[in-house]
Nanobody
Framework: QVQLVESGGGLVQPGGSLKLSCAAS???????MGWYRQAPGKERELVAR???????NYADSVKGRFTISKDNDKNTVYLQMIGLKPEDTAVYYC??????????WGQGTQVTVSA
């Protein structure tokens, strides 16, 4: 059974930084890994995504501030966030899309950007 465990969320002041981690356990053939977020009253949106081959894409709102990376040996994906803004406040969810088209989700980690 595949499980995703996230860590790294928290409270940070505007302009600050956080790094999220998500480790996948279990037998899985990863096609892509990504981070989504959902703010109160809004739909879940893609933040960043990285394919098994290393191709990345980002939401326009985070380009230049967020960096997604991965460690294939550890089945772990990271999201380095700098220059955080209050509008980045949301629950961040890790996502893994496997080679059979199945999506797996983490439990979510809260990121709050506030003075």
């Amino acid at each position: 059974q595949v499980q995703l465990v996230e860590s790294g969320g928290g409270l940070v002041q505007p302009g600050g930084s956080l790094k999220l981690s998500c480790a996948a356990s279990g037998s899985i053939f990863i096609n892509a890994m990504g981070w989504y977020r959902q703010a109160p009253g809004k739909e879940r949106e893609l933040v960043a995504r990285i394919t098994h081959g290393g191709i990345t894409n980002y939401a326009d709102s985070v380009k230049g501030r967020f960096t997604i990376s991965k460690d294939n040996d550890k089945n772990t994906v990271y999201l380095q966030m700098i220059g955080l803004k209050p509008e980045d406040t949301a629950v961040y969810y890790c996502n893994i899309y496997d080679d059979w088209g199945t999506n797996y989700w983490g439990q979510g980690t809260q990121v709050t950007v506030s003075a």
